[in-house]
């Protein structure tokens, strides 16, 4: 027999649940029981990643101090030995404690054999073409003469922006120039304070320029004030 | 006139299918067919690489093939996580309840990414530094959790990686090919080495976006074109 339900009428009761295959059809779990695996399961996840991330941190900090040390070393003109200065209420000194150490901004004092210093060298960040750019600055904190720079990070445009870093030809002639410092472009630069910009690389080079210029304003007095001081 | 009897016309007998053969204890539906262990790793490789013919993982394909080093980097990290995401889903398949296994799995893949991340910063800290934060967003790679879900989930521990293995390596020679020639065009190198000598200028464009894109054209145009060229050539066998 068949019929033919109008639409409107309600639809009959079932009278037996719809049959459905066994695969489809899965077991009824517990909540406890995936707590439990949840649980465990991260429990060892993190076992895992804890073991690992103490067995790499060594080698990674020695990456970034390797690195750091480097960057000073050049900055500087491989000064024979420095020390680290840390900002702590509006005035450098070196007695901080370890938790201090890694938050406090720090300058590197480099000194020569003979113990005479030869400048500072600090790090600096603002924003590039792209990106932040980072750069270690070296120079003479009395006369604001610059020894040299690094860049440490930079996302600028690769084979035009990211010339401020490879193009040694721009890196090299900040050597001796003062702050604040002028861009100049298509000419020779013309006196202590101005440098070229590279071409194709206009404002990747002009913020190099204006990082340097902000930081040396920054930190010349706090270091002169800490020389005048005597290093305490 | 003729004696014999015509046989009687009878309806065909309707032979009722056979009945499927018992499945396994632990079938699954919707696991893949048996197949010999040299198949399930040249699967990711060739017709079903996760690039160039399933599409997955496009991000980091675009964003870290500028230089060979980083691309291959890049290949041989997730093929870490593959492998090691995949091994682990199907060890613990059966003990997987069906309702958390979406989050089990990237629980696997988030241990292994990590992993990945901190081997690669103490190994390899400048390449590291490149790959920057796209080394974590593996976890995100559709390609990771689709291998999870549809092959390691089903299948044994052996097949598990041979599956992760070839896929990984598919995804790693993807990237290599795109990083070769846009490093190649872009810098005149080739992982860091001068190729094409001081005259060559650089087509600057190549390591900038927009020639991920064009690269990745290039290469999907070009297996569409083989893969075409093969079909046809069958169909003139046949």
Redesign the interface.
Known sequence: MTSVAPHCAPPAAPTEPVATPE??K?PE?SSW??LA??GI??AA?GL??VA??RA?LP??ER?AAQ?EAGAVREVLAAPARWDTVYLAKGALTKRVTADERKTLPHAYLGFDASGKPTGAAITAQEPGFQEEVLLMIGFEPASGRLIGFKVL?QKE????GDKIERDSSFGSQFAGRIAPLTGVKGRAPAGEHEVQTITGATISSRAVIRIIDHAIEQWQPLLVAYERRGGA | MSTTVAPPRTAPVYEPPAPPAT?APD?I?GSPPPAPLWADTWRGISKENPVLVQMLGMCPTMAVT?VMANGIAMGLATTFVLVGSGLFVSL?RK??????RI??YI??I??FV??AD??L???F?EIS?ALGPFIPLIVANCLLLGRAEAFAAKVGPVRALADGLGMGLGFTLSLSAMSAIRELL??GSLLGFDVMGPHWE?W?FM??PPGGFFTLGLLLMTVAWVAELRRRRREAVA
């Open positions: 695969s489809v899965a779990v029981r995936l695996t949840l399961a991260g996840a895992l990643v690992v991330y790499t080698t990674i990456y690195k990070d445009t690769p084979g035009l | 499945p079938f539906p500028n613990f003990y997987i309840a069906h309702e958390v989050t089990s629980l696997i988030a241990t990590t992993l901190l081997l910063a103490a190994s800290p530094k872009g810098r650089p600057v390591v900038l």
